[in-house]
Structures are given as C-alpha cells and as structure tokens.
C-alpha cells in the first residue's frame, strides 16, 4: 500500500477524470480499503458489534431482520514476508436473520437498498431494537450459515487450482515429449549419415551423455 494517495474513486469511470490526475481504483482486496476496515474495527469494534437501524424502502414485508457481515478467506500453505499464510481467496458474505432465527443468504451487497432510520422510525422500532430475539447471539447463527458458504467458497478454489495445475501439468508433459519427439528424430537423422558415412562417429552431437532417455525417464516418474 502507497503512503499516499493523490485521488482514489470507487467509481471506475471515474479513473481518469477530465483535467485531473488518474485516481487509484478502490475495490473490495485493495490495500487501502483493507488498510481502513481493518483500523475502522480496530477502534469501533464496539459499535459495530452493536449495530444501526437501518430502512428497506422496497420491502413491503412487516418482518424485520438482522443482516450481518461476514468474511471467510482461503489461505495456502505459502507466508508472505510477515510470515502470515497467504490469502488466495477473500470473500465478503451477508447473512439475513429472521426473528424465527432462521439464516438465509442476502446477496451481495444488500446495504446499497437500504438507508439510515429516521428519529421518528426508530421510536416506532424501539420494541423490535429492545426485543429479546434482537438481543440473542444472532452471530453464532449467522456463522453456523456462513460455515457452509465457507465451504463451498473453499471447494470452488480447490477445483479451481486443481484445474489449473492439471492444464500446468499436462502442457508440461506435451512440451517434454515435443521434446524427445524432435530428438528422437534428429539422433535418427544423424545415425542414418554416420551409416552413410558422410559423417563420421560423433558420441557428443547431442550433449554429454544420453538426453533422451532421460527426458522420457523424467516424464514417466
């Protein structure tokens, strides 16, 4: 992360701005945003433990929930240079609780539907913020949800790795035997002249020692 920044934008097209300079794009991972989540919970952990009261304008339900943010990461078995495991996958989920206590997925990015509660709406909410299912261990419920999404979030990186290094693999294998097809080929040439005798008995033509068969060795293993 930079020790400063001339522009940031978290809109991409406002990048390049007319008669300013080009903006640092901001998105979910960027150090700078990860740099400031990280402080924001660091000093007012409190207060977002605690919450707020926000409104959903486009639902015409009277049932409220609670929708609560959760991040899983996939690490590997490499250590960056602060000798923390390295994060290969980061993922941002929202969990909706019903006061039922049933969990659901609540999309992407739910908060851009809602907006800040009025004075006069949370008066109207008091017995919904002081009820006894508001006040539950609604964490524990979101996360035992959130386990399963975790999962699948791992799964879907190990079948995208596994796919990657199989397809690393297989061009390795088709390069190496590329490889032994074309010296193949040329020690036939080369022993069909010497046969011939235009040329005369040359071990080292192809290198010290025999290449090939180890080559073909080394892919068989």
């Excluded at 250590?79 to 999309?107: H, I, K, L, M, Y």
């Excluded at 992407?108 to 006040?135: K, M």
């Amino acid at each position: 992360m930079l020790r400063q920044y001339e522009r940031v934008t978290f809109e991409k097209d406002l990048i390049a701005a007319e008669r300013r300079p080009l903006a640092e794009y901001v998105t979910p991972s960027h150090p700078l945003l990860d740099g400031t989540i990280d402080l924001i919970i660091e000093r007012h952990d409190s207060l977002l433990r605690r919450g707020t009261v926000l409104i959903d304008e486009n639902d015409p339900g009277l049932v409220p929930h609670v929708l609560v943010y959760l991040q899983h990461s996939v690490v590997d078995g490499r250590a960056d240079q602060a000798g923390n495991r390295r994060v290969v996958s980061r993922r941002f989920e929202f969990v909706s609780v019903d006061p039922e206590g049933t969990a659901r997925a609540a999309g992407w990015a739910p908060y851009l539907d809602l907006r800040p509660a009025t004075s006069g709406e949370i008066a109207l909410l008091a017995h919904v913020i002081d009820g006894g299912w508001v006040r539950a261990d609604l964490e524990n419920v979101a996360m035992g949800h959130g386990v399963g999404r975790a999962r699948a979030h791992l799964e879907e990186v190990r079948r995208r790795t596994v796919d990657r290094v199989e397809r690393t693999t297989a061009a390795v294998k088709a390069r190496l035997e590329s490889e032994i097809r074309y010296w193949d080929h040329h020690a036939s040439q080369l022993k069909e002249r010497e046969l011939a005798g235009k040329l005369p008995p040359q071990r080292n033509e192809l290198g010290p020692g025999p290449p090939v068969p180890a080559v073909r060795d080394a892919i068989t293993r």
